[in-house]
C-alpha cells in the first residue's frame, strides 16, 4: 500500500513541478468535492447532491486554487528574500486583512446564488446577516493555520496544506452547524 501512495505523491510532485497552477486548481476542486461529499454524509443527507458537489468543484477549479497560486506567490514577491517571525506576522496580517474578508465574502455569494439557486436580494440578506460572524470567527482560527502555512510550508505546498485545512474545517462547520440545529429541534 505504501508504494501505491509513494507513486502517487511522486506523480503529484511531478506535476505540482510542471503544472503548477493547473495542479494547484485541480487539488482545490478534489478536496472541496470531497470534503463536501463527507459534510452531506455527516449531516444525514440520505442521497448525495451531485450538482452541489460538483458547483464547489467548480469552485475549487477555477477560483479558489488559482487565487491561492497567484496570492502565496505575491505574498513571497511583496516579501522577497525576508524571513523570520516578523515577517511571518506581516504576511499572516496582510493575509488576514486581504485574502480572508474577500474569500469569505465570495464564497458566501457564490454559495448562495451559485450552489443554493437562491435570489440575489435573498443571499444579500444573509451575507450581511451571517458575513460578520463568519468573518470573526475566521480570525479566530486561521491566523494560526496562515503561520503554520508562512512559516513551514514551501511554496509549492501553501496551496495544498491551506485547502486540506479548508476541507476539514467545512467538515467542522457543517457538524457544528448539524449540533445547534440539534439543539434548537
Request: one cysteine or more; proline letters at 4%; aromatic letters at 14%.
Amino acid at each position: 500500500m505504501s508504494d501505491i501512495v509513494k507513486e502517487g505523491w511522486n506523480k503529484y510532485l511531478i506535476q505540482l513541478q510542471r503544472n503548477p497552477l493547473r495542479t494547484k486548481a485541480i487539488t482545490s476542486g478534489v478536496l472541496i468535492g470531497s470534503s463536501d461529499i463527507i459534510a452531506q454524509k455527516i449531516s444525514g443527507v440520505k442521497r448525495l447532491q451531485f450538482k452541489r458537489v460538483f458547483l464547489l468543484m467548480l469552485y475549487g477549479l477555477l477560483y479558489s486554487g488559482p487565487f491561492g497560486h497567484f496570492f502565496h506567490k505575491l505574498m513571497d514577491l511583496i516579501f522577497r528574500g525576508k524571513r523570520g517571525n516578523t515577517t511571518v506576522s506581516k504576511k499572516v496580517l496582510l493575509e488576514q486583512l486581504t485574502a480572508s474578508p474577500w474569500n469569505n465574502m465570495l464564497f458566501m455569494i457564490y454559495y448562495g446564488l451559485v450552489v443554493e439557486g437562491r435570489p440575489w436580494v435573498s443571499v444579500k440578506s444573509k451575507v450581511k446577516k451571517d458575513y460578520p460572524s463568519v468573518q470573526l470567527t475566521a480570525w479566530k482560527f486561521w491566523p494560526v493555520v496562515g503561520w503554520i502555512n508562512y512559516q513551514y510550508m514551501p511554496l509549492q505546498f501553501r496551496v495544498l496544506f491551506h485547502s486540506i485545512v479548508a476541507s476539514c474545517w467545512a467538515i467542522f462547520l457543517n457538524l457544528r452547524a448539524r449540533s445547534v440545529a440539534i439543539k434548537k429541534a
